[in-house]
């Protein structure tokens, strides 16, 4: 893999420059936001761009769309902390059932702040982004985004990333997962995600947002993911201290 230096998209400029509003509290929790014709004329970009720059904040969870009553600021959740680093694969393949993915895009971009911040890294590194449906026997279970900041794959095949990403990792730069942090919360799917998960517009979904870290605490992979709700279901064991 050949690293091009690139400017930074629109959509990411237009995602960064909404995010600050966010944080700033100029949109505060809770708030509908303006719709994405007229986000598009207030940033002078298309409404494709626009739907882009909105979807990228609906993954990270700080913006929620809302059936019939467009998109929201999202309101700050009660978070409850999840044990073990769940792997989709091993997780299928104990249910008996045959893991696969179809790739839906592979390129590098400039990190948004939100890439740079879950990854540690400085605004404007260059990323990898892979996009997978998941299935088991077939059957979609989820739509998968990750970024993993280039310079951890740069000299790795397309296969090696697809296929075998952390196997490959600990096997060729003594790389291995050490923990993750994962955040979930309930959304519907838009016609996109439901176009590719084989299921209706406004379907139930599960969201999960996940950072994995090395052994060093080196965080290396930032995956927002959305599984349909009643084809998967995450599950949490607790002991008493």
Request: proline residues 4%; glycine residues 4%; hydrophobic residues 35%.
């Amino acid at each position: 893999m050949n690293r091009v230096p690139k400017k930074t998209p629109v959509y990411i400029q237009m995602h960064n420059q909404m995010r600050e509003w966010i944080n700033t509290r100029e949109w505060e929790e809770g708030r509908k936001i303006p719709s994405e014709r007229d986000l598009a004329l207030q940033f002078d970009v298309s409404r494709m761009t626009a739907r882009q720059a909105v979807n990228t904040l609906v993954d990270e969870g700080l913006l929620e769309r809302r059936r019939g009553a467009g998109t929201f600021v999202a309101l700050e959740k009660v978070r409850e902390r999840m044990s073990g680093v769940p792997s989709f694969t091993e997780t299928v393949e104990r249910q008996g059932k045959q893991p696969a993915s179809k790739l839906v895009a592979f390129h590098t971009k400039p990190a948004s702040i939100s890439e740079a911040e879950k990854l540690m890294i400085k605004h404007n590194e260059e990323v990898l982004i892979m996009e997978r449906i998941r299935t088991a026997d077939g059957i979609p279970i989820c739509y998968e985004v990750a970024t993993i900041p280039f310079k951890f794959v740069s000299d790795l095949s397309k296969t090696q990333i697809t296929k075998q990403l952390f196997k490959t990792l600990e096997m060729e730069k003594g790389l291995r997962v050490e923990r993750s942090e994962q955040t979930i919360s309930a959304t519907w799917a838009s016609e996109s995600i439901a176009e590719m998960l084989g299921i209706k517009r406004g379907s139930s979904v599960l969201r999960l947002r996940q950072v994995s870290y090395s052994q060093d605490g080196t965080p290396f992979e930032y995956v927002r993911s959305q599984y349909v709700g009643d084809r998967y279901e995450f599950f949490l064991e607790a002991t008493k201290k």
